[in-house]
């Protein structure tokens, strides 16, 4: 955790550093706000800026901060610095993002505190009056190309003061619109850059680059007052008067008449740096703030100029006034630290301190220190890039008294600056890298003589490590290369494996075998600057490398790191576009001290090694489970967890497997034109098409996916849609907005707003009105392959997520206002290469920052806990996540003597407990991180688990819902097999608990089973209702089984079936939206059709989504429509039928296998008439004519035939039949659909993916209308013919894959759709 920041952002910012109001300093360095106790000695850090903080403004009366960043499209953040008294982050109270472009530089509030001027520096540096707290711009306006240096509110708040190079302007605001005037010097200014400005009184005050006060009245300048020799640099105003700071390294106190009250100078405080960047004076506390170019930040005694703390300043860092910070060595015993910069001086740290142990000026720049391994020298290599004086000798290297800091050698052997430098474990050899891509090795024990060169790299040396028997060395460069060598003789060692056992002594060359597995698998652009391991005093202990990079950002990984898939923890302090130059670990791991090369801060961040977690590691059982029941119970998802990867950012989205080429398929030659063909309309079909209906909820892929809105309505995921469905009115509403399967849905705790993931290459995760459907928000894209799970704050202004990608990445986005319209990503970190099966976020009351024990906050100045914010679990773990700024980190479930190591399937808060549901069937209680005791729950796996103030209601694989109250004692179970209409499979796979009005007691429950039924429980009546149901995947499938067969009633309109690989066939109600009967057959069906009549259906039997042989391929079945009796079954085909069809008569019937023929039935005695055996790939669709005489039907491989109904003879020529009318239309091949086959351009990259083809396709009733289901789960409709490519057509979304049938009843008011991956069966009315 983050426990100092030395320095503050001086080099380019006026105004960094401010008094609280409650008499705290606060500035910023890097992305962090930093909030310092002076009396106490502690730092509160606020961490969510995203790129360097520019500038701040403190809020007038409330304890608020404004601060603003750099970036493509920077933010402003306003956070309260009194939020969190027990420790953590400070909280983000809004967020303002999209005003500027490049950076913020300039800020103020009003006096009334309503709204915040804002300056961009855009080309013409824009000037925005922001309504903050509403997130909205009062009025903006462009101003200038010269930059701006300060902008404040004129003193009645009506109007905005700018000043900058050569130009002083006065904003009036009128309502929305803004406008200027320039101001008037006369003869007494000059135009000339103006630095800062202040009131006194109701005039306007402005500090100016030749060291003079303009006083002004209105616009007009009024008289001149000089106050420094040099720039005046910032003004602090109060109502006795104003304090100002120059260039010339004085603090000048004035009254209200302008007068010199008193004079302080700076360098007689010892400030390094004395130019003042920064004063704030407080007359109530009779106190001065001033920061320094120095860094340094001195309060000061109003009256007297005093140091009010002694001597020294209250926190410092190295100079602003030079280039950068590179050097950085931790002594070898003590927690100390020592640095050095381009300011030309040595600095040691007192890291428990926090402040300077010593300090000295060195004659020149340097960027490479180190410690002896005794700790009484200290080696410092001299030069920089830039020459900053001719006294500059890049190459020469001393060595240093490490107490008295008194010379003990010099020497100069390289002509270029030096970049590192180390001592040899056993203090015999000392080593310097050059720029001038050398390393240069000296005998400490012959007087430092030069004992070899190491001339291999390429480029500049940026780092080297000697083993721990001080005999070789390995060494990176700039060119990215390691090479080996022998150390007293710098003898080059190509081949690397004679190394391969050796032990190093340290860990710093970020290019190595132990930390090849922190650079990113993929290139994108990271750099890894610097790495340390914390080798030294800790002889078989935790070993941890720390790593940063050139974008600022930390990593922790376990040593050694050798595998890009190893998980890191990722540390955010620094700011985005500024590289970590070093990372070394202080006082064995106590602490971890990082820098950055341009920001020239320092951070220290506290180390607390979870040696609980080791320990439990080492203790823990496993629990003894039958294999096979743990791989059913977790699914898919965790066998495909650490499966191999396709680049999520590459072309993964080969929808078809048609040729390229459109030319090649053979259909295209059996395109006829009708000698009367109709003519074709091009436009789109004049009607409209509503969604009405769906049948199907999605339970084999998501997970916790049912819940009650805020209405008491229920909502589940189907395919692409998400159902909120309502028990009193019986109908359904539809968020429409997924491109992709929902894979998860969670609803706020107010029950108002719901987060849906997705799967897919770049998932999303949208925020929408549970009542309206209305979308608020989209989330993302930013993780991969999918969102597992997803999980909302008590305040719903936080949404965590964990991704399906091989690292299962969590983030957390947040809302400042709780609308949704101003989302962010706060946080993100890698979660688990496991599958992750749940997130819940926990009641801060028992796991905040304030519930954490003593101990692990600290005590002095170390940071206090953060306390923990959410947990997740899956695999074989549990973690709890507490989250600082933009850092996550995960502390590991401490599973102890109580608890058995097994997959966490499920888990909820319930107040200080986090509940676990095991696949073993008990419940695992946690308080803190330890497993507090376990509870035998059900007979099989606990799927489900959900909590409310007053219980717990837990599912599970038995079929039995069981309700607990808050303390976990069980008061009732509910079984499955009581329902009047029971499940077909018993096995609960989400719950969701109803509250009664006061929203206190559980009322109802809402269960999806494991074959797709959703009930409704009564909590005190046990009565089960059924809510809805659809087709399902069966156990053996796992997620994929599929839904295929889909059939119009000939004759009613209200009426349809479907089957699919459950084994079941099904007859649906339009009007009554619901199932009317169901026959559970023993072979999965893929084809359904009606006879003419409406009596019987024809039912084809076998396939398998896994492809494995089905012991009924082939054979067909005859039921009664009323009763679904099996009144008939034969089998002809060896291979499973994909189409069957009665003939108009019906006298005849025909079956599709996939075998490639077409089977031709007497269905007066139903023996086999004949076959048409032309086709060379499986059958895919047919029809018959409307005399019955003929048949034409469509294969895989693109072919288009026709036969003879009567004996299966082949047409050769399709112009013989041009002319027959077809009293059905589903085949996708043929002149009346071609216009349905989308175009292709043949100049297209070829790695892009192709357009989705046709898989489906139905004609309606009147013969108008044709509708397509495509391979994308996209559908449209067509006027009918549609014969060019040009035609146009409505749209239907809601499907994720395959359409394998689309269809219109019977009276053209209604079309069916059916997904065959996500078995959703959509129901679509038409409005003509």
């Known amino acids: 955790r983050l426990e100092w920041v030395y320095g503050f952002r001086a080099q380019d910012v006026r105004g960094g550093v401010d008094y609280t109001h409650t008499g705290e300093v606060m500035f910023f360095a890097g992305a962090t706000n930093v909030i310092l106790d002076t009396r106490a000695r502690q730092q509160r850090f606020h961490c969510e800026h995203t790129d360097e903080v520019t500038c701040l403004a403190k809020h007038p009366s409330r304890t608020l901060v404004a601060t603003g960043q750099q970036g493509a499209v920077p933010s402003i953040l306003i956070w309260d610095y009194e939020a969190n008294p027990d420790g953590g982050n400070l909280p983000t109270v809004r967020s303002i993002t999209g005003v500027h472009r490049r950076a913020v530089s300039q800020m103020a509030f009003d006096e009334s505190g309503k709204y915040l001027v804002s300056v961009g520096t855009d080309t013409y540096h824009t000037v925005a009056v922001l309504d903050w707290e509403n997130q909205t711009v009062r009025c903006s306006a462009t101003s200038c190309s010269e930059k701006t240096l300060c902008v404040g509110f004129t003193h009645d708040g009506t109007g905005v003061v700018q000043c900058g190079v050569n130009f002083m302007r006065f904003w009036n605001i009128s309502g929305r619109n803004m406008t200027y005037q320039s101001a008037v010097l006369g003869t007494i200014g000059q135009w000339q850059p103006f630095l800062c400005m202040g009131h006194v009184g109701n005039r306007c005050v402005v500090g ?338 720390a790593a940063g990079d050139n974008f600022g950002r930390i990593r922790l990984a376990r040593y050694p790191c050798d595998s890009a898939l190893a998980q890191c923890k990722l540390y955010r302090g620094h700011g985005g576009a500024s590289q970590i130059s070093k990372v070394r670990w202080v006082c064995g791991d106590s602490y971890l001290i990082t820098m950055s090369a341009k920001e020239r801060t320092i951070f220290q961040w506290a180390h607390d090694a979870d040696d609980l977690a080791a320990m439990d590691d080492k203790e823990a059982v496993p629990f003894d489970l039958d294999p096979d029941v743990r791989a059913a119970a977790m699914g898919e998802e965790a066998t495909t967890a650490l499966a191999e990867v396709k680049d999520p950012l590459g072309a993964d989205l080969a929808l078809g497997d048609a040729s390229a080429d459109v030319n090649t398929k053979p259909w295209l030659s059996a395109i006829v034109e009708p000698s009367d063909a109709p003519r074709a309309e ?394 009317l009967r169901k026959a559970q057959l023993d072979c999965a069906t893929r084809c359904v059709n009606w006879n003419p009549t409406g009596t019987r259906l024809l039912v084809g039997l076998g396939g398998s989504c896994r492809g494995v042989r089905q012991k009924k391929d082939g054979a067909f079945m005859m039921l009664h429509a009323e009763t679904l009796e099996v009144l008939y079954e034969g089998r002809d085909a060896r291979h499973w039928l994909r189409e069957v069809k009665y003939s108009p008569d019906g006298q005849s019937f025909a079956c599709a296998s996939q075998d490639q023929k077409v089977y031709l039935y007497d269905n007066r005695q139903n023996i086999l008439r004949a076959k048409c055996d032309k086709h060379n790939s499986y059958v895919t669709s047919l029809d018959f004519s409307d005399d019955g005489a003929y048949v034409q039907s469509d294969a895989g491989d693109f072919e288009h035939l026709y036969h003879s109904a009567t004996d299966g003879q082949y047409f050769k020529l399709p112009s013989q039949l041009k002319n027959v009318r077809w009293f059905s239309w589903s085949c996708i091949y043929g002149w009346p659909v071609q216009g349905i086959w989308p175009t292709i351009n043949v100049e297209r990259n070829t790695n892009d993916p192709l357009p989705p083809d046709p898989t489906s396709c139905h004609r309606s009733s009147n013969q108008d209308l044709v509708a397509v289901g495509y391979q994308d789960g996209q559908g449209r409709v067509f006027r009918y013919p549609c014969v060019t490519k040009a035609a146009q057509s409505i749209p239907l979304t809601g499907h994720t894959a395959d359409m394998p049938a689309v269809r219109f009843m019977c009276d053209d008011t209604h079309l069916v759709t059916i997904g065959k991956a996500d078995r959703a069966i959509c129901v679509w009315k038409i409005t003509r």
Not at 463 to 479: K, L, P, V
Not at 736 to 760: I, M
Request: with cysteine; net charge negative; proline share 4%.
């Open 208 to 545: 100016t680059q030749d060291g003079h006060l303009y006083i002004m009245a209105g616009r007009q300048l009024d008289r001149t007052v000089p106050a420094h020799t040099g720039p005046v640099n910032w003004i602090s105003s109060t109502n006795e008067g104003i304090c100002t700071g120059g260039h010339d390294g004085l603090v000048k106190i004035w009254t209200t008449t302008l007068e010199v009250r008193l004079v302080i100078d700076m360098a007689h405080h010892d400030s390094l740096a004395p130019t003042v960047r920064s004063v704030t004076w407080d007359n109530e506390t009779n106190r001065i703030l001033v920061g320094t170019l120095g860094a340094e930040i001195f309060e000061l005694n109003a009256s007297d100029g005093a140091n009010v703390h002694g001597s020294g300043p209250v926190n410092q860092g190295h100079s602003h006034a030079a280039a950068e910070l590179h050097a950085l060595s931790a002594h070898p015993t003590q927690p100390l630290y020592a640095t050095a910069g381009d300011d030309a001086t040595l600095r040691v740290w007192d890291a428990g301190a926090h402040t300077v142990h010593a300090m000295t000026a060195l004659e020149m720049p340097c960027r490479c220190i180190a410690y002896s391994p005794t700790g009484d020298r200290i080696a410092i290599g001299y030069g920089s890039p830039i020459k900053v004086s001719s006294k500059q000798f890049d190459g020469k290297w001393v060595i240093l008294n490490a107490e008295t800091f008194d010379i003990m050698h010099e020497a100069k052997d390289s002509q270029k600056y030096l970049t590192e430098c180390k001592w040899t474990p056993n203090g015999s050899l000392l080593a310097f890298g050059s720029w001038d891509c050398k390393v240069y090795l000296y005998d400490c024990e012959n007087g430092y003589q030069l004992s070899a060169v190491a001339t291999q790299h390429n480029s500049y040396i940026r780092s080297f490590d000697f083993s721990a028997n001080s005999q070789y060395m390995m060494s990176n460069c700039g060119a990215f290369e390691l090479c080996l060598f022998e150390a007293d003789t710098a003898m080059f060692l190509p081949a690397a494996s004679r190394l391969k056992d050796c032990r190093w002594s340290t860990c710093t060359s970020a290019m190595s075998w132990a930390t090849q597995g922190l650079w990113p698998a993929q290139n994108d652009g990271t750099d890894i600057t610097t790495v340390d391991a914390n080798l030294v005093n800790n002889p078989g202990g935790n070993i941890i490398v």
């Open 682 to 1075: 091009p436009a789109a079909p004049d009607v409209s098409l509503k969604l009405e209906r769906v049948f199907g909820v999605q339970v084999s892929s998501a997970r916790e996916a049912i819940a009650y809105n805020v209405l008491g309505e229920v909502i589940w995921p189907s395919a692409c849609t998400c159902v909120v469905y309502s028990k009193q009115t019986h109908s359904q509403r539809f968020f429409l907005n997924h491109t992709a399967e929902v894979t998860c849905v969670a609803v706020s705790p107010d029950g108002r707003l719901v987060a849906s993931g997705e799967k897919g290459a770049r998932p999303v995760v949208r925020i929408w009105d549970a009542q309206t459907c209305v979308e608020l928000a989209v989330l993302g894209p930013f993780h991969r392959q999918g969102i597992a799970c997803v999980a909302w704050s008590e305040d719903n202004k936080s949404v965590a997520m964990v991704g399906r990608d091989i690292e299962h990445s969590v983030s957390v986005w947040s809302s400042a206002t709780g609308g949704w319209d101003d989302a962010r990503r706060v946080a993100y970190a890698p979660g688990n290469h496991e599958a992750v099966y749940f997130i819940t976020f926990l009641d801060d009351r028992y796991w905040g920052p304030a519930a954490q024990p003593q101990s692990s906050a600290g005590s002095g100045s170390t940071p206090a806990h953060p306390g923990f914010l959410f947990a997740t679990g899956g695999v074989d773990h549990v973690k709890f996540w507490s989250m600082e700024g933009r850092t996550l980190t995960a502390s590991r479930a401490l599973w102890g003597s109580v608890g058995r190591v097994q997959p966490m399937l499920c888990g909820c808060a319930s107040g200080p407990r986090l509940v676990t549901g095991s696949v073993s069937g008990h419940l695992y209680v946690w308080r803190g991180r330890r497993c507090e005791k376990i509870i035998r729950a059900h007979e099989s796996n606990v799927t489900t688990l959900y909590a409310t103030e007053t219980g717990v209601v837990s599912g599970g694989g038995d079929g039995f819902v069981k309700l607990y109250s808050s303390s976990l004692e069980h008061l009732r179970s509910y079984g499955l097999h009581e329902a009047q209409v029971p499940p077909l499979r018993s096995g609960v796979k989400a719950v969701c608990a109803g509250l009664d009005k006061d929203g206190v007691n559980i009322t109802k429950i809402v269960v999806a089973t494991e074959s797709a039924e959703v009930y409704e429980l009564a909590k005190d009546s046990g009565n089960w209702t059924l809510l809805g149901e659809g087709h399902y995947s069966k156990p053996e499938d796992g997620a994929g089984g599929e839904l295929w067969g889909l059939a119009p009633h000939p004759t009613n309109p209200d009426i349809f079936a479907t089957s699919g690989d459950d084994a079941t066939v099904r007859i649906w109600s339009i009007s009554q939206g619901r199932l």
